[in-house]
């Protein structure tokens, strides 16, 4: 016959090391998991807006939306933003990670939010004075939103002093100079394009970098010479497939062109969403988004560095003027016209390579995988495009220029090297985990 045992059948000192042995147990398992982030459920929902979120989208509002200012500016703004933000996170964590400028002395009591708010406040008050009420606005309803005290005041403390430092050290970068790009005559010389023949953006590959040493640190051979058979190639590809009435294109591929020109910059979104996907706390997602960001800018200004060095023409001009070349295996078509609208800056090499490669190297990096899928959503193309990792977007953005008619190939995959090479680089020296 078994015999039940129940609680008062246990011998005393069995019943003292069961429990002793429960509370064991428990300990183990609550060091091998000591639940989730901050600001996250067990189910893995949000349960509070990350601040550091919460002020990127702020920062869009800022420097895109109200200000409204092309790709290569914006990765300046928000290369200072997060910077300054990520500064003010490491403090109050004690700075486990290398401090991008300064490492304010923190106890750690302080309030994350309010140095968050406070760092990302005056940075882009500093950066648009033209928006300082709506700003000052945007920031007192943030603070209102943060218990007052000491802590709350020691926050603040915190952000003044990173998003200074920040201020200080971006004053007299070479910002918005007076360069223009030279306008050439000869074949393969830049010149203005349709529609608009603007010029813009030369004095971004003079302003100093964040992170690398120099601009043209990693210089590149240039554009092929224009009588190689590899220029034929690249010139004939995008005059079939980049046309704007491309009989070969298929509509997937020009959802895509138009997708990736999409001046929102839809790789701001896929940041934030990947903050929230991996369930990453404050102090994770600041430096997630300061080393991407650091990268993008270093890999901006690398590019129009570039850019200036060659000043080479785009293809829609390249196409039209083909009869001067010097290549027999082009021809000229003066009607040409590419899907996109032609930026107003030299062909090579491809900024939005250089930024994304920039981008998805150090998420790459700082995720330790490539496979993390992710979307975005374009209102410019009504679509979303999915991603099953970080090196399958890269991919497309290089076709899609050429899809888009605004860029050769052989641009497009220098663009994307001078990207990698910069992140390697930041990634190396910059935010490292501390000894």
């Known amino acids: 016959m078994h015999r039940s045992w129940g609680a008062s059948a246990l011998p005393?000192?069995?019943?003292?090391?069961?429990?002793?042995?429960?509370?064991?147990?428990?300990?183990?398992?609550?060091a091998v998991w000591a639940g989730p982030p901050a600001g996250y459920a067990a189910d893995g929902a949000p349960t509070s807006p990350d601040p550091v979120v919460v002020w990127d989208r702020n920062a869009q509002t800022a420097i895109y939306e109200v200000a409204g200012q092309p790709p290569q500016v914006t990765a300046r703004s928000f290369a200072m933003v997060h910077g300054a933000v990520y500064d003010a996170v490491n403090a109050i964590a004690g700075a486990p990670y290398e401090p991008y400028l300064v490492a304010p002395r923190a106890s750690g009591r302080e309030s994350t939010s309010a140095a968050v708010a406070t760092a990302g406040h005056l940075v882009l008050d500093a950066l648009f004075p033209a928006q300082r009420d709506r700003l000052r606005a945007q920031y007192d309803e943030a603070l209102a939103q943060i218990p007052d005290g000491s802590a709350k005041q020691q926050g603040i403390a915190i952000g003044t002093r990173t998003a200074g430092a920040m201020i200080a050290a971006r004053k007299d970068d070479g910002a918005f100079g007076g360069q223009t790009w030279p306008v050439g005559t000869q074949p393969g010389q830049w010149r203005p394009t349709p529609p608009a023949f603007?010029?813009?953006?030369?004095?971004?590959?003079?302003?100093?970098?964040?992170?690398?040493?120099?601009?043209?640190?990693?210089?590149?051979?240039?554009?092929?010479?224009?009588?190689?058979?590899?220029?034929?190639?690249?010139?004939?590809?995008?005059?079939?497939?980049?046309?704007?009435?491309?009989?070969?294109?298929?509509?997937?591929?020009?959802?895509?062109?138009?997708?990736?020109?999409?001046?929102?910059?839809?790789?701001?979104?896929?940041k934030r969403q990947l903050a929230a996907s991996q369930r990453l706390d404050t102090l994770r997602t600041a430096r997630m988004f300061a080393m991407t960001n650091l990268a993008e800018a270093d890999a901006t200004i690398a590019c129009f560095n570039e850019k200036a060095a060659w000043n080479f023409w785009r293809p829609v001009t390249a196409i039209r003027l083909a009869g001067d070349d010097g290549n027999p295996a082009t021809a000229p078509d003066p009607e040409w016209t590419p899907l996109l609208v032609t930026p107003p800056h030299p062909d090579y090499t491809s900024g939005h390579a250089c930024f994304t490669a920039a981008s998805m190297s150090a998420l790459t990096h700082f995720f330790g995988r490539d496979d993390l899928p992710f979307s975005g959503y374009s209102a410019d193309s009504g679509t979303t495009r999915h991603f099953r990792g970080f090196s399958h977007a890269l991919a497309e953005v290089i076709e899609a220029r050429v899809?888009?008619?605004?860029?050769?190939?052989?641009?497009?995959?220098?663009?994307?090297?001078?990207?990698?090479n910069v992140t390697a680089y930041v990634v190396a020296h910059e935010l490292r985990p501390r000894r």
């Open 198 to 270: 603007a010029s813009d953006g030369a004095w971004v590959g003079q302003v100093r970098p964040f992170v690398i040493p120099s601009a043209s640190m990693f210089r590149t051979s240039g554009p092929p010479a224009l009588t190689g058979r590899r220029y034929a190639r690249d010139l004939n590809e995008v005059k079939t497939v980049g046309s704007a009435t491309s009989t070969v294109r298929t509509a997937d591929q020009t959802q895509a062109a138009i997708w990736w020109h999409d001046r929102r910059l839809t790789e701001w979104e896929i």
């Open 12 to 30: 005393r000192k069995t019943a003292r090391l069961s429990v002793a042995a429960a509370v064991l147990v428990a300990a183990v398992l609550a």
């Open 403 to 420: 899809w888009g008619g605004i860029h050769t190939r052989s641009a497009d995959v220098a663009g994307a090297g001078i990207g990698r």
